[in-house]
């Protein structure tokens, strides 16, 4: 009796054991766990024994198999059975480990650490004889995982329905969340709670050229808090979504769940896959600190390691451009009054000229001038070529040829005259939205681009996707921005995508595709406005998967110097500008406002001059989302740093401590701080430099105005 | 008082003619009248004073100006004023007339005459101060008639909701029409009167790999015949169908009653257009006779001449092809057993043969050394390619990159082998409807050809359109197809389109499109069979707008010759056949069967060698649609004829007079007939062949079995 009880026991025992499984971070401070409940799989995560996430489903449901037939076929209600997302058992584990140290060509640090336990776990379908793999890594600052589906005999092709990925969080928790949205990230951070967000997710979003949102869905990177004991910051995200949609998150608000949902085709079908195939990365970033929140490298270590066989022409840009005057009003990038050309037939030559067509000869020079002579690697330009007269609102596909400059803009004698400058011109690729189109031309654009010179390719997708119902997020999209950065390696080029997809740490597999806008930026302060909190927060949000060409530097913030009466303005402080090319990393990065304003503050303008955009390394000094961020870098290869803080509406108090500096070295900082009286709205043009001699045992008090902040350079004394 | 009267009278007459417009063909026989009732424009045609269309209405329909939105937002049922079929006053109009010979590059007569008067109203819609022009040319054997949208202040982009030309037909009429689909032409032609046309609408089409019906509605082009007194043969169809979708026919079956029904995208949008722009030409040929119907060239008439600079390396094809013993299943175009294949990663050196596998380099020369040894131009090879596998059903975007043979094709060796013997190898393009991948790959794909000698390419559109949503007939593919053809001229190759959508005359503009298949081919023998009247169907409904690949010479008919028991069998006799290549014209012709059929019969196979595929004449001898067609043509450039003529099920007979010859000239006819206990059942391979001395005096009777023919070579006796 004894024996058969033990045995029993046993076999209980047992059986738990065999459905259930756990994994830890190497510094064992995370624990994740994964289950099969009735065939059902779940996971949660630990972190020091605290619930951070409870336990969530996971699984996929799919479209039939085979040739998807449009919209009114899409529904197969009788495919319960076929779903990915039931019926399991468990027949492996395989537990893995890496520790290793890789290089970004360009990054925040000169290495990153990857450094994870690894979880994979067989599912097998017995009803349909096919198996499925879940992946878990836990990385020391969070999870990641991932569905993999292996080629096999009963798994070859499949169409999503949805991806049904859950993160059910243990209760309330402040929120940083943009609406959801299969088109545009371009709206205003909202701030609230979690069971908040449906009253609020009704007037979280203002219009755009292109969007489609999804009611009381989320974007990601979503930043959360919980509040009060056992404090936590989460950050959740993706990792490497390739020949995949990109995801927004719906909100369970009443139980504080989220879950996946994917962008649609124009069919409503969410994914095409053939196997072997993998999703991307659905990560969990999380630490009681919001500094290690943004400290975390872990969406870019998900990332595989990049296959190009050159990347010698990637480095860092520090531009300037024929843009802002154009987003403000000052300008046009059309050159006619003409609202109807065809490309390919119309004679530009014999249009009438508007007469405020920026991309001209004249004022290119006066900007290379301007640029070259402060040090900038490269001069945007933007109106250059034809067909902005009838770009937008047309869903006109073949809306641009990439190739052909307006009769005043001398392609040519404008690349040479940079060149001799010792300045490159950057090229631009509006595309507006019609990817196709893009895609046809894209040889020709790029060989010109060799042809004359340019290095780089700021792209744009203002306005809806051709091909038409396709979204900015769709699989096919998301393929085709792959395709443009993989044949831009081909020529040597730099990418910088704006309304694209945002990065997920990409920039590891593809290093040419280098920055993405991709969110709300400082052209918005032009439009509807940003919020003074805004870039406090987007460096949790936004810029977890990579750079932003958040083209800051705006020194004139009040427009009614170019329009009286005008009530548009940037709502930061001067000194604010120069703090944001310290904390929102891009390795490139663009001095946005005219010339004429610089001019007038070449003081202040010093710093930008000075700052790096590639970095040794990185220290978050404090942060909270939302409130201020406070971080020094290392400039790579230079023995100098760069501070730089900000601050939301309200003015704080901040002393930077020095001890990131290596012991027994002397090093002059100079200091670009708001004004005793500045403010962002009455006075944001007030601010001071001094300098001070500093060692790593320095502290210097700062005084941030209301949005406010200071940037410091750091410059050893030899 | 009198004066009043009479300038009143003069007043009504006046506005009444102001209002009404007529139009003659040259010889006076067709009378056009159109039309503003209430600003509704209307036109009617007449021939010899009898009507041939009613009264019937014009305009279209628009969706609201400016970017679309996705499928929720595309109707917007406040938008009456604008759409463009009401508020018309007419302006101004304008007549023109044109009486002049082009020579097509290849066609069924060496020079076509286009002879038309033309009247061109402008409609000014005051209420949103715009205009259009509804154009009409009236030839001696019919109507065309088309839109025009000048480009003008408030009439700039639009997008068509629909496009609403009615053409309202007198009586019930006998049809013989196509269910009406946005992908597929692929269907047994039904013969019923209109009025049946509902009742008879579910059963008339069988499955297609890509097909979207739509209910109650056929397919242009659409023949009628007008039974009784006043016999009028009617044939309804478009011409120049260029950036703009193809239209089916939406039938009122009590009015008799058709309207044109745009193909839609993906979104609902029927055609997204900018000014200045012309929709195709709506054509209605007719006369009492359907041999007139059959000779008319408006059609082609109706299309632009050529803008290509260079066309000498367009010409006629004869050739056979490694394709119909994949077709009944004897081989195959996949390579390996594998059912999922990556391009450009899988190793197809490393998966096992399958060993059927037709497109091997000792089949090919076995091909070649037939086909060449009988002195046609050309071999297709289909399955050459890597991507066979998996190829059809899964929407695979990726399917096939055209230029990776497979590892037993050696692309080299084989062409430089074909060139040797004097042959050419036919590329072949199966893009399984993945048209963005075509595109992306189509400069590769052409440049493989120039290496290797390739002069034309057959293309394939099997499955679902991708971009997804879009149809076969949609504007967005119609742009493909054009896109593909002034690719292919670039590298001057002549394209053979199949499943793509039927031409429109447009190898007068376009000439190396020089055939699409379109329609349904001798393929669907093999498959769910054609009926025995197809073929004296075809030439009055698919051939009219330009040359099918129909692909006919089937000598070995059953297919129990390969497949013991299998009941498939192609439903002519044997002399049929042959008498296809005069019946079907196309400057592109194969000689469809295996070479050991051929083999077998080289007598008969002896007229499929001497036929031309290019003529200086061509003569409709006799033809009732759905009974018998009998056609005479002169080779070009040679004192040769070929006739031919076939029957439907019915065994008939008929006189050939060769009064079509030139006088005092005596002539070889080498007669290949059905024997005289041929049958298409029982014993289709019973032929005589039988030579003959015939002058223009002479005639001679042949009997054609059930679905038999004959064809007759006649060559000048120097």
Same mark, same amino acid.
């Given at each position: 009796?004894?024996?058969?009880?033990?045995?029993?026991?046993?076999?209980?025992?047992?059986? @738990?054991?065999?459905?259930?499984?756990?994994?830890?971070?190497?510094d064992?401070?995370?624990?994740?766990?994964?289950?099969l409940?009735?065939?059902?799989?779940?996971?949660?995560?630990?972190?020091?024994?605290?619930?951070?996430?409870?336990?969530?489903?996971?699984?996929?449901?799919?479209?039939?198999?085979?040739?998807?037939?449009?919209?009114?076929?899409?529904?197969?209600?009788?495919?319960?059975?076929?779903?990915?997302?039931?019926?399991?058992?468990?027949?492996?584990?395989?537990?893995?480990?890496?520790?290793?140290?890789?290089?970004?060509?360009? $990054?925040?640090?000169?290495?990153?650490?990857?450094?994870?336990?690894?979880?994979?776990?067989?599912?097998?379908?017995a009803?349909?004889?096919?198996?499925?793999?879940?992946?878990?890594?836990?990385?020391?600052?969070?999870?990641g995982?991932?569905?993999?589906?292996?080629?096999?005999?009963?798994?070859?092709?499949?169409?999503?329905?949805?991806?049904?990925?859950?993160?059910?969080l243990?209760?309330?928790?402040?929120?940083?969340?943009?609406? $959801?949205?299969?088109?545009?990230?371009?709206y205003?951070?909202?701030?609230?709670?979690?069971?908040?967000?449906?009253a609020?997710?009704?007037?979280?979003?203002?219009?755009?050229?292109?969007?489609?949102?999804?009611?009381?869905?989320?974007?990601?990177?979503?930043?959360?808090?919980?509040?009060?004991?056992?404090?936590?910051?989460?950050?959740?995200?993706?990792?490497?979504?390739?020949?995949?949609?990109?995801?927004?998150?719906?909100?369970?608000?009443?139980?504080?769940?989220?879950?996946?949902?994917?962008?649609?085709?124009?069919?409503?079908?969410?994914?095409?896959?053939?196997?072997?195939?993998?999703?991307?990365?659905?990560?969990?970033?999380?630490?009681?600190?919001?500094?290690?929140?943004?400290?975390?490298?872990?969406?870019?270590?998900?990332?595989?390691?990049?296959?190009?066989?050159?990347?010698?022409?990637?480095?860092?840009?520090?531009?300037?451009?024929?843009?802002?005057?154009?987003?403000?009003?000052?300008?046009?990038?059309?050159?006619?009054?003409?609202?109807?050309?065809?490309?390919?037939?119309?004679?530009?030559?014999?249009?009438?000229?508007?007469?405020?067509?920026?991309?001209?000869?004249?004022?290119?020079?006066?900007?290379?001038?301007?640029?070259?002579?402060?040090?900038?690697?490269?001069?945007?330009?933007?109106?250059?070529?034809?067909?902005?007269?009838?770009?937008?609102?047309?869903?006109k596909?073949?809306? @641009?040829? @990439?190739?052909?400059?307006?009769?005043?803009?001398?392609?040519?004698?404008l690349?040479?005259?940079?060149?001799?400058?010792?300045?490159?011109?950057?090229?631009?690729?509006?595309?507006?939205?019609?990817?196709?189109?893009?895609?046809?031309?894209?040889?020709?654009?790029?060989?010109?681009?060799?042809?004359?010179?340019?290095?780089?390719?700021?792209?744009?997708?203002?306005?809806?996707?051709i091909?038409?119902?396709?979204?900015?997020y769709?699989?096919?999209?998301?393929?085709?921005?792959?395709?443009?950065?993989?044949?831009?390696?081909?020529?040597?080029?730099?990418?910088?995508?704006?309304?694209?997809?945002?990065?997920?740490?990409?920039?590891r597999?593809?290093?040419?595709?280098?920055?993405?806008?991709?969110?709300?930026?400082?052209?918005?302060?032009?439009?509807?406005?940003?919020?003074?909190?805004?870039?406090?927060?987007?460096?949790?949000?936004?810029f =977890?998967?990579?750079? =932003?060409?958040?083209?800051?530097?705006?020194?004139?913030?009040?427009?009614?110097?170019?329009?009286? $009466?005008?009530?548009? @303005?940037?709502k930061?402080?001067?000194?604010?500008?120069?703090?944001?090319?310290?904390?929102?990393?891009?390795?490139?990065?663009?001095?946005?406002?005219?010339?004429?304003?610089?001019?007038?503050? =070449?003081?202040?303008?010093?710093?930008?001059?000075?700052?790096?955009?590639?970095?040794?390394?990185?220290?978050?000094?404090?942060?909270?989302?939302?409130?201020?961020?406070?971080?020094?870098?290392?400039?790579?290869?230079?023995?100098?740093?760069?501070?730089?803080?900000?601050?939301?509406?309200n003015?704080?108090?901040?002393?930077?401590?020095?001890?990131?500096?290596?012991?027994g070295?002397?090093?002059?900082?100079?200091?670009?701080?708001?004004?005793?009286?500045?403010?962002?709205?009455?006075?944001?043009?007030?601010?001071?430099?001094?300098?001070?001699?500093?060692?790593n045992?320095?502290?210097?008090?700062?005084k941030?105005?209301?949005?406010?902040?200071?940037?410091?350079?750091?410059?050893v004394?030899?």
């Amino acid at each position: 009796m004894k024996n058969i009880k033990i045995s029993a026991l046993f076999l209980v025992v047992g059986s @738990f054991i065999l459905n259930a499984q756990s994994l830890k971070s190497p510094d064992g401070k995370f624990e994740m766990s994964f289950q099969l409940k009735e065939g059902v799989p779940y996971y949660d995560l630990k972190y020091q024994g605290k619930t951070v996430v409870e336990e969530s489903k996971l699984g996929l449901r799919l479209l039939r198999d085979g040739d998807i037939q449009f919209a009114s076929e899409i529904e197969n209600k009788d495919q319960k059975g076929k779903n990915l997302d039931n019926g399991f058992t468990k027949t492996a584990e395989k537990f893995d480990a890496k520790n290793e140290t890789w290089d970004p060509i360009m $990054g925040e640090k000169k290495s990153y650490i990857n450094h994870y336990n690894e979880l994979a776990v067989t599912l097998d379908q017995a009803a349909n004889d096919r198996h499925i793999i879940i992946k878990f890594r836990l990385f020391n600052d969070g999870l990641g995982f991932r569905y993999e589906f292996p080629e096999q005999k009963n798994l070859n092709y499949f169409i999503i329905k949805e991806e049904d990925s859950e993160i059910d969080l243990p209760t309330d928790m402040k929120a940083w969340w943009l609406a $959801g949205d299969y088109d545009s990230q371009e709206y205003k951070t909202q701030t609230t709670q979690l069971s908040e967000i449906p009253a609020q997710w009704p007037t979280s979003y203002d219009g755009n050229a292109s969007q489609t949102l999804i009611k009381n869905a989320v974007q990601m990177p979503l930043m959360l808090k919980k509040e009060g004991k056992d404090q936590m910051y989460i950050n959740i995200s993706e990792a490497a979504v390739i020949n995949y949609a990109a995801a927004n998150l719906e909100l369970d608000a009443t139980n504080f769940k989220f879950k996946t949902h994917l962008t649609p085709d124009g069919q409503g079908a969410k994914g095409y896959i053939q196997t072997p195939a993998v999703t991307p990365w659905r990560t969990i970033i999380a630490s009681p600190k919001a500094e290690e929140v943004l400290a975390s490298k872990m969406i870019f270590n998900l990332n595989e390691p990049t296959q190009y066989k050159d990347t010698s022409y990637i480095k860092p840009t520090k531009y300037m451009g024929v843009w802002w005057e154009m987003i403000i009003g000052k300008s046009q990038w059309a050159y006619s009054t003409a609202n109807n050309v065809h490309i390919g037939k119309t004679d530009f030559t014999k249009l009438t000229p508007n007469g405020k067509h920026a991309a001209n000869n004249t004022k290119v020079k006066e900007y290379i001038d301007f640029a070259s002579a402060n040090g900038f690697d490269a001069l945007l330009v933007e109106g250059w070529n034809t067909g902005w007269e009838d770009w937008f609102g047309h869903s006109k596909e073949f809306v @641009f040829d @990439f190739i052909t400059p307006y009769p005043d803009f001398d392609i040519k004698m404008l690349n040479d005259y940079a060149h001799s400058k010792n300045i490159k011109l950057m090229m631009h690729h509006e595309t507006s939205g019609s990817a196709t189109n893009y895609e046809r031309w894209a040889d020709d654009a790029f060989k010109l681009m060799n042809k004359y010179g340019y290095e780089s390719a700021k792209t744009g997708y203002v306005g809806n996707i051709i091909p038409r119902g396709e979204h900015h997020y769709s699989q096919w999209t998301i393929n085709h921005y792959l395709r443009i950065a993989e044949k831009a390696n081909d020529y040597k080029i730099m990418i910088n995508s704006h309304e694209s997809v945002r990065p997920t740490g990409l920039s590891r597999t593809y290093p040419n595709w280098v920055a993405a806008e991709a969110a709300r930026g400082t052209e918005f302060e032009a439009f509807g406005g940003n919020n003074p909190d805004h870039q406090t927060i987007l460096p949790f949000t936004r810029f =977890m998967g990579g750079p =932003m060409d958040y083209t800051p530097g705006i020194f004139q913030t009040k427009l009614d110097y170019y329009f009286p $009466g005008d009530t548009r @303005f940037v709502k930061t402080t001067l000194a604010k500008q120069l703090a944001l090319y310290v904390v929102m990393y891009s390795p490139l990065q663009m001095a946005a406002d005219l010339p004429e304003n610089y001019a007038k503050h =070449m003081d202040a303008f010093q710093f930008i001059k000075d700052v790096a955009v590639d970095w040794d390394d990185t220290k978050i000094l404090s942060a909270e989302p939302g409130d201020y961020i406070h971080t020094a870098r290392k400039a790579k290869g230079k023995d100098e740093w760069y501070v730089g803080g900000i601050t939301d509406e309200n003015a704080r108090n901040f002393t930077v401590d020095f001890s990131f500096l290596p012991k027994g070295k002397k090093y002059e900082a100079t200091v670009y701080a708001d004004g005793d009286d500045a403010d962002y709205i009455k006075n944001p043009q007030s601010y001071k430099i001094y300098k001070k001699t500093v060692t790593n045992k320095s502290k210097l008090p700062m005084k941030l105005a209301r949005s406010g902040g200071y940037a410091i350079s750091v410059k050893v004394i030899k």
